[in-house]
């Protein structure tokens, strides 16, 4: 079904997408270098593997202004010779998670003995899960990532891949709080009550202040509109819900802008 | 006689330091304590060193090492050398017991009501939030905490119901909520849910997770709220009446004592005689 959409609400789901494609390609150009390491390594260890991670994520998380908070690589578990479990992921001086006063770049200290209390199987999360299942990337969130940042936060991941198989996963954390501060002028341009939601349904940021960020938007026929989002990796079409509200998809992000009244 | 000079105004410059300092040892080995006695941290777990310790409370090298001290003469860690040495949790189950038991009868009536009801204002609004905010993902993933929750163990249904709050508290999509939830279950959690000992409250805690899920499903924030609540209130009411059947059974500082019957219980009738 094509709907014919206000062109400035095209217009403004296009600048969302641009605002968070480079954080995109970001993690692509991370998952073609991981590969490249990889591909070279026949007995790939996370020894020599952390140090490559390192100076890969290390100068845009140290980058004045940038939007990220955490990135890193986490090892499909047995890929690595010297570590079962692996994340090799670090956080910013902007991030708050356990940091010490003056902390500035720091590594995760993540617990990777599958016996020990604190030990959570990565595997289970949604953002390994999805792309694990999909083989592409994926936007989980937002949500509160008390594993990892401790904060609100949106997590984008993308799979490595080892001679057809999955290495493990390339991944970025952004603080929902400073995404808002990107987008919300964004999206108040469209002049309409307008809100962006994730596709669950669940609300990033509105211009409307009774709309809560975490809150899932419930509109009748939101749930069905945004199943395409859910399963499709390409660019979907705008729909109408019987309500009148208009859904534009924003680019491949997985994002979707819903427009009322 | 610069010596003593020296010396004097090293003892005035303890005399002025800062207060927080004073204490910080037993601060720590209560968090510690606490940790190891709701199973936070496991028997035969490796505590970090000192250094790692200090570094990640925020406290001396000095500190750290006077409060693993007394941890090991609490006989709740054990310390070996060599190689593969370190600081191991020994999660000896009659002392968790008794450490238990002397807190809950340390802790006024007053103290522990308070305490569950500062934890059901938090776990309570995020149950009620979390029904306001759930996808079937995050139903989905209560379900499973839920199917994995192993009831045979006193230790086993109190890991199931601190897993459970956590993740509800999450699905409200809150951190301070999340922040508030994990302090409270390690501060209070071995406390609060000592009812565990018994495999009735053990079922009770599962219906009570299945409806807060239903409540969850059905999107009702005030039956979820009202779960969470009445959950919690039951477990305070078995840890005062636990509390009574203690105190009955040993009056405090009456170990070892052969004083006549009637004279412990005078000396908490408080103000009995006034």
Not at chain 1, 33 to 56: F, G, H, K, S
Not at chain 1, 85 to 103: C, E, K, M, Q, Y
Not at chain 2, 36 to 45: H, M, N, P, Y
Not at chain 2, 58 to 86: F, M, N
């Amino acid at each position: 079904m094509t709907v014919t959409v206000d062109v400035t609400a095209q217009l403004i789901a296009q600048r969302i997408a641009s605002t968070i494609d480079p954080v995109f390609a970001m993690i692509d150009g991370w998952r073609d270098a991981v590969e490249r390491a990889i591909a070279t390594e026949p007995e790939p260890r996370a020894a020599t593997l952390d140090p490559i991670i390192a100076a890969l994520v290390a100068p845009e998380l140290e980058r004045p202004g940038s939007l990220i908070t955490g990135a890193g690589f986490v090892a499909t578990p047995g890929f690595l010779l010297d570590a079962p479990w692996h994340l090799a992921w670090w956080l910013s001086g902007a991030n708050t998670f356990r940091a010490a006063p003056d902390a500035g770049l720091r590594r995760l200290d993540a617990v990777n003995d599958p016996d020990s209390e604190q030990f959570r199987d990565y595997t289970t999360l949604e953002w390994w899960r999805v792309p694990e299942r999909t083989g592409t990337r994926h936007l989980t969130g937002p949500y509160v990532d008390y594993l990892c940042t401790d904060d609100y936060t949106v997590t984008i991941t993308t799979p490595v891949m080892a001679a057809g198989e999955l290495a493990g996963m390339v991944g970025t954390d952004l603080y929902v709080a400073r995404l808002e501060r990107v987008l919300l002028p964004v999206i108040r341009e469209s002049g309409h009550p307008c809100s962006l939601v994730n596709a669950s349904g669940r609300i990033v940021t509105s211009t409307d202040p009774h709309r809560a960020t975490g809150a899932l938007l419930r509109l009748d026929g939101l749930v069905d509109a945004l199943t395409p989002l859910r399963n499709a990796v390409t660019e979907t079409d705008a729909a109408v819900l019987p309500s009148g509200a208009t859904i534009v998809p924003c680019g491949d992000t997985s994002l979707a802008l819903v427009l009322e009244g | 006689m610069p010596q003593a000079t020296g010396r004097s105004d090293a003892t005035r410059a303890v005399v002025f330091s800062p207060l927080d300092a004073a204490g910080r040892a037993e601060l720590v080995e209560q968090r510690l304590t606490d940790a190891i006695v709701a199973g936070v941290l496991r028997d035969g777990e490796r505590l970090p060193s000192e250094s790692e310790l200090a570094r990640s409370l925020g406290v001396a090298v000095v500190t750290a090492r006077e409060a693993l001290e007394s941890l090991r003469d609490k006989g709740l860690v054990l310390t070996r050398r060599g190689r593969d040495g370190g600081s191991f949790v020994t999660h000896d189950r009659d002392a968790t017991t008794r450490m238990v038991d002397e807190r809950v009868r340390a802790q006024s009536r007053i103290e522990l009501r308070d305490l569950s009801l500062h934890y059901a204002a938090i776990a309570g609004m995020a149950a009620e939030v979390a029904a306001d905010r759930a996808s079937d993902d995050d139903v989905q993933s209560l379900v499973e905490i839920d199917e994995r929750a192993d009831l045979t163990t006193p230790g086993g249904a109190r890991r199931a119901v601190g897993r459970f709050q956590l993740e509800i508290a999450a699905v409200s999509q809150s951190p301070r909520l999340v922040h508030e939830e994990l302090r409270l279950q390690a501060e209070t959690g071995s406390l609060l849910w000592l009812c565990m000992r018994e495999q009735d409250y053990r079922d009770r805690s599962r219906q009570a997770r299945l409806e807060v899920i239903e409540a969850i499903r059905a999107v009702e924030p005030e039956r979820a709220r009202r779960v969470t609540t009445e959950h919690i209130a039951s477990a305070v009411e078995w840890l005062i009446e636990e509390k009574v059947r203690l105190e009955a059974s040993e009056p405090p500082g009456a170990s070892g004592a052969t004083g006549p019957p009637g004279a412990s219980v005078a000396e908490r009738t408080e103000g009995g005689a006034a």
